[in-house]
């Protein structure tokens, strides 16, 4: 498979913005996830190509949008007006099969994961 690989994280202000990048991303849906400390693991947002839809968290909807480069084989994650509530692990993952409202923010549903990249704010 193809290996996942995230960068982009560090320290930043509230109210600041902050894009992350996971390079490998060819697999038909792409996602992000956040782990916190003490916390579950959360989905983030999500693409897919076979369908084209795009999927986010209640918390991240109007600030966080996700796009990717295919000609690059790279996803990003473009954050704005970050919240502390946001810091947190990031997870870049990938899985070929389609994914649905009910199935794309739980990581059951995704078989390859990157090693990941903090977030402070």
């Known amino acids: 498979h193809v290996q996942l690989v995230e960068s982009g994280g560090g320290s930043v202000q509230a109210g600041g913005s902050m894009t992350l990048s996971c390079v490998g991303s060819t697999y038909t849906c792409m996602g992000w996830f956040r782990r916190a400390p003490g916390k579950e693991r959360e989905g983030v947002a999500a693409?897919?190509?076979?369908?084209?839809?795009?999927y986010y968290a209640d918390s991240v909807k109007g600030r966080f949008t996700v796009s990717r480069d295919s000609a690059e084989g790279t996803m990003y994650l473009h954050m704005t007006d970050l919240e502390p509530e946001d810091s947190a692990m990031y997870y870049c993952?990938?899985?070929?099969?389609?994914?649905?409202?009910?199935?794309?923010?739980?990581?059951?549903?995704?078989?390859?994961w990157g090693q990941g990249t903090q977030v402070t704010v």
């Open positions: 993952a990938g899985d070929p099969r389609r994914k649905t409202d009910e199935s794309w923010h739980d990581g059951f549903w995704w078989m390859f």
């Open positions: 693409e897919c190509t076979d369908d084209g839809r795009t």
